[in-house]
């Protein structure tokens, strides 16, 4: 009887305390709602060491190449005086040529903003945690300032394209305050000066092994240099752009074209910062004009015709220069390197071939929109050298030898025969020849103050402003935008 | 200290065991004979043994005359064995008692007046725990209350009209837990009840409820019998309502169930399909003929855009993933990517019932996950008696329903010839040539078969007083009507109750099941693995399946100039293939803490493991463009669920009626996932399962979601008077998926019903049998978002430097801490009645949905770095009316019922935040024309397009300037049509006579639209590909001119888009059940019960649409791409035969 109780009592007791645990372990388990991403990384389990500090260096890098994809060169280069559209380019590059776009033209305008913040973003995230990374003080410095040349580098395309931009120095983590107003180009570039003189003075001057391809001394103080142009601070772009030259690192490549060949790319002399597409293992959009530019029915791949070179930019071609008849552009009939007859429709007129690596399998005969490793190229040598030389043709102080030697450097590379004095004009004219389709133009028109001319003479009227509108995708989304002149 | 805990819970865990066992063999003891007593036979019996004083009061068994002696006590404050021995003396019954009762000093108090002695004797023990006990020689005794015996309820069940047994019968005592289910003879077996008097009930769906007093004597069996009648009100019917039951009677919310006899009459090889056409409100598509492949279901209309649409199915408690996209790794090549049904796992023939939830107050206690309705999935059970045996199996053949109208090999060359020359080239066939071909290749004839289909199913069940089980196993074997695809499943259910003592119960659900079947490759037109479907459409006839020497034709497609890419070839070669694990159960234990108070708690598994293969070998496309390529993915994910409920059930008096529920529920979800990919092979003879030894590889990626759950709910319902009913719900949901700022929601629900019908008003109508009305409102959540959405997380961003490639992570997705759950506030009026003695019954619901902060990924200022993030914002509403009508029409020998259906949905979206719309896209590869659009102000599954205004002078389609402004541009665009249905329904017939039995089911949809891809594709008359003979008929309408260089139209207009309404014959069945007497003397002996029959499905069907058929969605399982036929895999019509055996 007794011990029928006893059971009686453990039955009834036992599931009332199974209960009242698992009641208490509900309350009690706070984490049992955490969500324990194991195969996904959040900010609060990363930034921990040195090999997180490099990948989150590395991924403002990848940014860069969104920021190079496509939308960048049809307002680079597509906008300015020397692209003309084929009848089979899209709409957007109909647009872009002819100066009929507005702000809702959210390809390639919103698209480059975005781009340019994404990576913005990524550089905030690395400026603002790595430095609390327990690890070598001295690689730390390097990320740090590798990210802050990225942000820089993006800052530069934001002002020159859409002049004032909000300024956004910290890695965004919330959605509140997304709304960020316009700040002054001015402070824009003190901004992007800052940086640069920042990352002059720490990143080393070359790399090694694993790390070629990494920001430098020399890329900060070249991108310092263009930053300093375009505000027409001639006396410092002058001193920037002697920096580089004076240290020695650079040299111009004997060949033009070897800037352009994939074997030698990082890796020449005269390269000074590129953006590396590498189609065998990140297949992506690569350097695709590749394939947008080529004439339509160029064996080996994508080819589809769509550009074609203007008048103007022909025309300032001498008959020897080694960047025009077949550097830059080639006409139909075409006898490629291989001694094969090209004939081609369209574009109608020259087709570009500058991007074209002729010594490359993979360009030449499985060209496709996701494999293509020809890198952008963001700064080189030649570039430096005719900064020097239009600084110090406005008057500034040659700090580092002739400007006249540097500009007729540049021009005897390409065959054509030194010029007899510095002028302005000159290294205008050699500016055009040599970067023709590398993303130069239409900052340069806006520098030499020739836009309204030059856009006149391609389309019979003058753009709608000096600079691109803010996209209205972003204006919907933010109210404090305001537009520029003209939109 | 998890040690010592772990130990105790041991120790008592043997306790209970060894309790449990104890009390088992004491009731083993029983006597054998004890079951089929009778009433007489009991009486005659008992001489000379004691009996409870209420059975004999009752007039079971004849009375002692002492007991009818009239005696006059009055004692105050008394002890118990002195009232007794008063009355005793005074009717000159012996007393006797124990010496406990001596011991126990009970003070008992009496008042009776010339009343018999057996009533004062009845008083005097009231409230105490004693007994009196008397025999029928008038001797009394007294015993402990708690240590009476308990006896037997036996019975059997049957139909009134045709005297046939009635399984699964709920026969239950009121307001004493003690309940059986009859089994397939009819008989069931109450055990362990108390000695006393009951009013026992006998519940099935679909009969009236059969009550009669029954009184239970120790140790004794006692027989009641019931003959149901058949009623079309249903209102007996027990209704699964999530954490517990109800009666359709004191239902408050709108539930819609299908019982196993509605499963049964249909041979589907899948659980969602018998919803078809069954419960009104309830939309089910049937998304294509693949077998396993599973279906979309929308109960009253799609309430999210970015979240899912799928309602919860929860399978005997245990809630069980259904989104493809946790199940797949997308290694099948499969539109969307997605493999078979989750659900297909699950043997029909083992459910006893299923039950749709459809508003709030029914759904609340779901809470976060209950915004698109719950389907309740309840499984068979054993039920105790003798055991049995049910045999069953179906053959059945598949065959399209119908091919489409193509050009044979002479009207294709004239085709291609006219096209050549119109684009002023040379035609490629002579004359000669096109008299030689003859009819051609009949691509469709070549991937298309008449596919068997068969199904095998084994059932035992039983059990004993304490014991019950229900074991089963079924193989299916599917073939598809396209070559090379099927559907197998082998499924093992064990099912398992044990009563340990009269207050503790403990059981189980188990069912394994694995799924292995072969997928029509289906990656989209133009893609490496493109339909079979569409490639046989527009394989030229004039190519053959094979070589002269007997390989498949792999060649240069002399038509196109391209690789021909072999339908056959692909279909037999590719393997396309996913094999499912799947194990779902759970064990309970429930334990009576107090009278009518009831603890259960159940520890539940939803294990889902999916292996996905693909290989193309050389001989195929894509294999023969990358040397052979291979993919395996794996996705494993094991869901724990842990629930503990408190039933609180008191007895309050005749006119309250109270139930309480209070439970704790705990869900956690591990996933694991691998997939990869290889190219360039050596050779394929490894295929898939050498991906090792390829050449190259890509999309090797793993993956680990995780999610999980914590909740708390509660439930009251209350009754008064059985006429005034309410329900108030609340649930709160705690979800990983949601920010930190919200990670619990709390979900109620309130509902009232009035019975109308049993007021005095009403009732002198004299018109309605039952009328209630109800009215409800409530709150319910979606929170299927995928994991990690609120969270910032970083990407994988890779760059090269150097030649070396150089990981990196960056942030991808900026935290939403706010992120939380879309809210559904619905409310329900509802009308229950039925009229002409129950034969016609109607339950109407009006509803209103409206879903609030919608999950939708939206922009945000580029500035931040992020593109867009996953947001509360914007609504849609969806009302609707839902009618079902049931009547039994004939109730006789011949016996005609009819159940019908109907069901309007009006979907809007209200809100999208920033915008007016949004063009999800998501109509798949190559498709090239996308018309899906979602707009404030339409409804969801718009198609968005121009109007198809002629064809000019060139042959070309032209579309009307519906703004008027002299040019066609994307402004002309408008919304041309709507997948959703303007109103669905189905009707079935059922029809009795003796032992025939004849059951239609017709189903229908009108108003939907179809927009028909495949038509683009086979009308586009540019002389490349095979061509319907509309091409022909130049009253066709919309046919461009033929000419080289057409390319398929890929402008959306109204001419792609076709009125999708059908009225189908989904199901004809006639069976024929033996008479017993006749089984009886069959030589094979022991055979209970035995049906046959013969049944089609899809047997009629009359739509206007002109593609393969109607019932189709190509993207059947996403939110937004409804109403797509594209290369899609087409339904079937089947004939089947089929036995079912009880042994």
New interface residues.
Partial sequence: MRTYSA??A??????????AA??V??WACND????????????EN?YQSRA?A??????????N?AVYLLSFWYMSDIASDDVLPGPRFGSDGQRMSAHTFDASDDFPI?DQ??AE??????A??VIGRVPNIQMDTALRTRLVHEARFLRAHAYLNLVRFYGDV?L?EQ?????EN???PRAPAASVYAFIVADLQAAAGVLPAT?S??????ATRGAALALLAKAYLQQQDWANAAAAAGQVITSGVYSLNADWRDNFRIAVE?ANPESIFEV?F?GE??PGGGSVHTLFSLPDGYPGGDAYGIMTVTPSAVAQYAPNDVRGLGGTFINSPYVNEEGDTIVWQQPPGPAYIKYLDQDNTQNLESRSWVAQSNNWISLRYADVLLMYAEAVAQGAPATAGSALDALNAVRQRAGIGPAGALTVDEVRAERRREFLFEGQRWFDLARYGQLDAAITEKTGHPPKGPLFPI?Q??R???PQLTQNPGF | MQNRCTAR?RR??R??L??GG?IVSTLTAAPAGAQDGSTARYASREAGGYLPLEVVREGKVKMPPALARRVSVRRSGALLQQVLLDVATQAGLGLSYGEEVARANTVVSLDVRDKPAAEALAAAVRGTRWQVLVTAAGQVTVIAAERRQTGIITGAVTDSASGQPLAGVTVFTLNAPYRALTGDDGRYRIVNVPPGTYSLTARRIGYGQGTQSVAVTADQTVTADFALTVSASQLEQVVVIGYGTTSRRDLTGSVASVSSEDISRQPVPSVDQALLGRAAGVQVTTSSGQPGVGAAVRIRGGNSIGASNEPLYVIDGVPVTTNMNEASTGSVYSQGQRGTNPIAALNPNDIESIDVLKDASATAIYGARAANGVILVTTKRGRPGQTSIGLSSFYGQQEVRRTLPLLNAQQFARFVNEAYVNGEDDPPFTDAEIDALGAGTDWQDAIFRTAPMASYQLSVSGGDEDTRYYLSGDVLQTDGVVIGSDFDRKSFRLNFDQTL?R??RIGNNLTYSRTESHIMPNAGAGSDASSIVLNALTAPPTIPVRTASGEYFIGTNPISGRAFNNPVAAALGITNEERQNRVIGNGY?E?D?LRGLT?R?TLGLDFFDSVQDFYSPVTTVPGSLTNGQGRRGQAQTTVWL?E?T?TYNPTLGDDHDLTLLGG?S?Q?SRGDWVSAEGRQFQTDRLRQNGLGTAGTFFNIN?????????S?LSRANYGFRDRYLATLTGRVD????FGSEN?YAFFPSAALAWRASEEEFVKRLGVFDDLKLRVGFGRTGNQDIG??R??????N???????????????NN???P?LKWETTNQTDVGLDFSVLRNRVAVTADFYDKKTNDLLLDV?????????S?L?NIGSVRNRGFELAINTVNLAGVLGWDTQFNIAWNRNKVLDLG?DTQLFPGGVGAGANQDPTIVRVGEPINSFYGFIFAGLDTAGQPVYEDVNGDGEVTPDDKIIIGNAQPNYTGGITNRLTFRNFELSVLMQFSVGNKIYNINRAILTDAAGTSNQLTDVLNAEAGGIPRPKTGNTFETTPSTLFVEDGTYLRGKNIRLACTFPSDLLSRLPAGRMSSLQVYVSAQNFFTRTDYTGFDPEISEYGGTNLQQGFDFGTYPQTKQFTIGFNAGI
């Fill in positions: 059971w009686s453990a039955r009834r007791l036992a599931p009332i305390g199974g209960l698992l009641l372990a509900g049992f709602l955490d969500p324990d991403p194991r195969d996904v990384l959040a900010p990363f997180d490099v990948s989150a260096v590395n991924a403002t890098y990848e940014a190449r919103g903003w975005r913040y994404r990576l913005i973003n990524r905030n995230a909000p956004v890695e965004v983590t919330s959605l997304l709304e960020v790399y092994g694993d790390d070629v391809g990494r990082l590396n590498d293992t990140t996209p995708s972003e919907q989304l933010n | 819970v008592s865990w306790a209970l060894l309790a104890a003592s207050r503790f234990a334990y803490l603890l708690s842990n503990n408190l704790l705990l956690r793993t993956a680990a979601p995780n999610w999980s759950l914590l708390y705690g979800s990983s998926r990670r994991n990690y609120s969270l910032a997380t970083l990407g961003a890779n760059y090269v430097f150097g030649d070396v490639r150089s990981i990196g992570f960056g942030p900026i935290a939403n706010d922009a945000i200022p580029g500035t931040s770095g992020f593109g993030s947001q920033p």
